[in-house]
C-alpha cells in the first residue's frame, strides 16, 4: 500500500506541545500521536451538525451577542414531526 506524506504548517505552539505531551503519555513518537489523532477523526464516518451544535460552536460566530434559550431549542429540534 502507497502512503502519503502530510506536512502542517503555522500551528500554534500549545498544540505541538499538547501533541507532544499526548505522545509522551501513549509511549510513542509525536508522528505516531499524530498519525493516531488523524486516524481516529478522519476514519469515523461524518456527521452533519444540527443547527444547535452549530450555534454552540464558538468558533462559527455566526450571531455572538445572540441570547439562546438552547434548552427548549433542543427539545424543539429534537422532537418528532408529523406532517
Do not use: W, Y
Not at 500500500?1 to 505531551?21: S, Y
Not at 509522551?24 to 505516531?32: C, F, S
Amino acid at each position: 500500500m502507497d502512503m502519503a506524506q502530510l506536512l502542517v504548517r503555522n500551528l500554534e505552539p500549545i498544540i505541538v506541545t499538547r501533541l507532544k505531551e499526548r505522545a509522551r503519555l501513549h509511549g510513542v513518537p509525536a508522528e505516531e500521536e499524530h498519525r493516531r489523532i488523524l486516524r481516529e477523526v478522519c476514519l469515523q464516518p461524518l456527521q452533519a451538525a444540527s443547527l444547535i451544535d452549530f450555534l454552540r460552536n464558538p468558533d462559527n460566530a455566526a450571531a455572538p451577542t445572540a441570547e439562546l434559550d438552547l434548552a427548549r431549542s433542543q427539545a424543539i429540534e429534537s422532537r418528532q414531526l408529523n406532517f
